[in-house]
């Protein structure tokens, strides 16, 4: 049984750094090497999508002063991408945002609105709406900080291992707000929302995120900068959305996969419990009617304890 539990755990290991190996394989285009090799003749160049997001960007600007153009990205220390990509900075495709959080004083959490903090959320996990704490909130406030569907929310104040921690929002979270050590920003429909979430929670999407991070004690951070300048590969649209699908059918297959290993270590663990079980209850083994009977193993105990007494005051008086 132990070794079937530990080769159970080294499953789930292996589970966890074959998840992340899914992730550098979809960014970097050798997830969909075969179906873009079959489909390039249908594709728009990456390059022509993001002059695409870039005139859509300064169309909607508007109402938001005065429209700068995103920096140029410095791709000298970047990685050759697949015929059809680009790379870009993450700030040629936000089209709202960064935006850092809301600070509240804890005497005004306990009754109002909900809000998100950095423990409700990691990279495959949210806390429900309904657990969320409650903050009592200007309604300036609300309107400036209330969270909508379709943002992304990053860690930007942490440890480096949390740093960079990144979620994307569904409906769900409407109207919640977030709190100051995380900020939030949004892209358009010209890019798939979900292709960027799995880059960004990528071990190498992170590692860009976080790459100019600052240090202090015991934490680090990134600043609304750092998240702009951070290099994105962008495929063709076509490409995102067939990378989102092949990811999703391998994470299908990692779940069910860590289904059946928590499951078998349950059926372990109980089995554990039921062989303890029989062993008290004297089920475990075949009863032997020539033993010694416990009664008189007590018996024999119980008359060799006043002869160690004694013993031992001897040697004590000594």
């Not at 080769?7 to 090497?33: D, F, I, N, P």
């Not at 100051?180 to 860009?208: A, H, Q, W």
Request: hydrophobic share 35%; net charge neutral.
């Amino acid at each position: 049984m132990d070794k079937g539990e530990e080769a159970l755990r080294e499953v789930q290991r292996q589970l966890s750094t074959y998840r992340q190996s899914v992730l550098k394989a979809a960014v970097t285009g050798q997830l969909t090497a075969d179906w873009r090799a079959q489909n390039a003749h249908r594709q728009e160049h990456g390059r022509d999508l993001l002059e695409r997001i870039l005139q859509t960007r300064r169309e909607t600007w508007e109402g938001r002063g005065k429209y700068k153009e995103p920096a140029a990205l410095d791709t000298t220390d970047l990685s050759e991408l697949p015929e059809g990509w680009i790379w870009t900075s993450l700030g040629a495709l936000i089209s709202a945002g960064p935006q850092n959080g809301l600070y509240l004083p804890q005497s005004k959490y306990g009754s109002g609105t909900p809000i998100l903090r950095i423990d409700d959320y990691q990279v495959d996990w949210l806390r429900p709406m309904s657990e969320l704490r409650l903050v009592a909130a200007e309604p300036d406030d609300c309107q400036k900080y209330g969270l909508h569907h379709g943002d992304f929310v990053v860690n930007r104040v942490n440890s480096v291992s949390h740093l960079g921690k990144t979620t994307l929002l569904p409906s769900e979270y409407e109207g919640a707000l977030f709190e100051s050590n995380m900020m939030r920003f949004s892209v358009g429909n010209l890019i798939s929302k979900e292709y960027l979430r799995l880059y960004l929670t990528s071990d190498l999407g992170r590692k860009k995120l976080i790459q100019n991070c600052k240090h202090a004690v015991n934490q680090a951070s990134i600043n609304q900068g750092d998240v702009e300048a951070t290099p994105v590969p962008l495929p063709p649209y076509l490409e995102q959305e067939e990378i989102v699908q092949r990811v999703s059918e391998e994470s299908s297959r990692e779940i069910a996969s860590l289904k059946t290993c928590q499951t078998e270590l349950a059926r372990s663990a109980a089995l554990r419990q039921s062989i303890l079980k029989d062993a008290f209850a004297g089920r475990l083994v075949p009863q032997n009617p020539d033993d010694e009977s416990a009664s008189e193993l007590l018996a024999r105990i119980q008359s060799d304890c006043p002869a160690k007494s004694k013993r031992s005051r001897r040697t004590q008086a000594a």
